[in-house]
């Protein structure tokens, strides 16, 4: 399992606009239609990686909170399912719901918008604020498979609370870690 840490985009820059499928609906999403009333939470996942197996059932537990308070959540995958076929649009939607997500799981078979975030590592987790102003990139919290910190969610709560809160974002902020984005060859 490679170990990828995030790229870490500038706070303050402007979330990359896109229009995706979302496997569970079967429509196209744009971030317009995904974006929360005070935050958006964008999520670059998959379905096989460990790291992201980890964090998932952190991640529907904290949708579910913050859905509420105006946050939205919105997760995309990007790999290459042709050389990663456990990623495919199908098997996504069908994780999707075993693991019980309350947001958009949206593929991005181009890979441009993974691109236009600068991801690089699943999970690699944004938060914009109302205006869609980046306002926090990094890890979720220090627990990583096998290091027996537990899961809190405590550094991405932290963020969230802040825009809830009208509050500037803690900027000391630790990239996330996980399994690199499968890029295409081209």
């Not at 009333?37 to 096989?48: A, D, Q």
């Not at 996504?92 to 993974?114: H, R």
């Not at 236009?116 to 109302?130: E, K, V």
Request: aromatic residues 8%; contains cysteine.
């Amino acid at each position: 399992m490679a170990r990828t840490p995030s790229n870490m985009l500038p706070l303050g820059t402007k979330a990359p606009d896109f229009e995706l499928l979302d496997t569970v609906s079967d429509t196209t999403i744009s971030l317009n239609d995904a974006k929360g009333e005070k935050g958006t939470v964008v999520l670059f996942i998959c379905n096989h990686c460990p790291f992201v197996i980890h964090v998932n059932p952190m991640i529907v537990k904290l949708a579910k909170e913050y859905q509420e308070k105006g946050i939205a959540f919105v997760a995309i995958s990007s790999n290459d399912v042709e050389n990663y076929p456990q990623d495919a649009p199908d098997l996504m939607e069908q994780k999707a719901k075993e693991e019980g997500y309350t947001f958009p799981y949206l593929y991005d078979e181009t890979q441009e918008v993974a691109k236009a975030y600068d991801a690089a590592c699943t999970p690699d987790i944004y938060l914009f604020d109302a205006n869609l102003n980046l306002v926090y990139r990094g890890q979720l919290d220090g627990s990583r498979p096998g290091n027996d910190v537990p899961l809190t969610g405590t550094d991405l709560k932290k963020g969230m609370d802040a825009v809830l809160e009208g509050k500037e974002v803690d900027p000391d902020q630790k990239p996330s870690l996980g399994c690199n984005i499968k890029w295409k060859n081209t």
